[in-house]
């Protein structure tokens, strides 16, 4: 996920507004499979495995993740086409975004 914040900067960098909204989308997709494979897989097995620490650790980073969920649509809609794309180049300087 790294690769694609970088590869960001570099089309902010460049004034690029395509590349920066292509790679917005490929950083919210990646994201989200990320999280939907945790959900499915990590989680159940945490609490299954670790037992109630399990279920604390699984809840904090579902916690972690409902926080990164609006982020995540700000983006969206800041990088969607029927909205300007002014903004679109200075979402990812928000700090909430930069720790995803």
């Given amino acids: 996920m790294y690769e694609y914040f970088d590869e960001y900067k570099r089309a902010k960098v460049a004034n690029d507004v395509d590349a920066q909204a292509r790679w917005a989308r490929q950083l919210t997709w990646e994201v989200a499979r990320h999280a939907v494979g945790e959900?499915?897989?990590?989680?159940?097995?945490?609490?299954?495995?670790?037992?109630?620490?399990?279920?604390?650790?699984?809840?904090?980073?579902?916690?972690?993740?409902?926080?990164?969920?609006?982020?995540?649509?700000?983006?969206?809609?800041?990088?969607?086409?029927?909205t300007s794309t002014s903004n679109s180049c200075c979402i990812i300087s928000n700090p909430s975004l930069q720790d995803m």
């Fill in 39 to 82: 959900e499915i897989v990590v989680y159940p097995l945490m609490e299954k495995h670790l037992g109630e620490k399990g279920k604390q650790l699984a809840d904090e980073d579902r916690d972690q993740h409902q926080v990164r969920t609006p982020l995540l649509i700000q983006l969206h809609l800041l990088n969607d086409p029927s």
